[in-house]
């Protein structure tokens, strides 16, 4: 939604029929929701939305910079190893137990704790320029 108000808010001068803003912006979100989808990742975008605060006046460059922050994010999730990225995952957007996601993805308790440990360095690492 978020998304879709701020391609409203940028295109406004080029409304020609105030009438058909409803259309444009049921369409609108949906091709953002389907690109979304394509995209996959939608668990590091909601990962973002949860933990980052919401800006305080709900600016255009807030919901923009928020946006770019959940794509950054995706994208360093993606570049991890499968199994890595599911412990992450289930650790910490499931909110599983380490033995949980233990039995989840067939690997020791101790295994998963080292994943992690790395998943959370290459994110901070990675992530270091959105502090």
Do not use: K, N
């Amino acid at each position: 939604m978020q998304e879709t108000f701020l391609a409203a808010w940028t295109h406004l001068e080029s409304i020609v029929d105030p009438e058909a803003i409803g259309a444009w912006l049921v369409t609108t979100a949906r091709r953002r929701s389907y690109d979304r989808l394509r995209r996959g990742g939608s668990s590091a975008i909601r990962w973002v939305d949860e933990s980052t605060p919401a800006t305080e006046d709900h600016a255009p460059t807030g919901v923009a910079e928020r946006s770019s922050l959940a794509d950054a994010a995706s994208a360093v999730l993606a570049t991890m190893p499968a199994v890595q990225r599911r412990c992450w995952e289930l650790r910490h957007l499931d909110e599983l137990p380490y033995r949980e996601v233990a039995a989840a993805v067939g690997l020791p308790v101790s295994t998963v704790r080292g994943m992690l440990v790395r998943a959370r360095s290459t994110l901070a690492r990675e992530l270091a320029g959105w502090r």
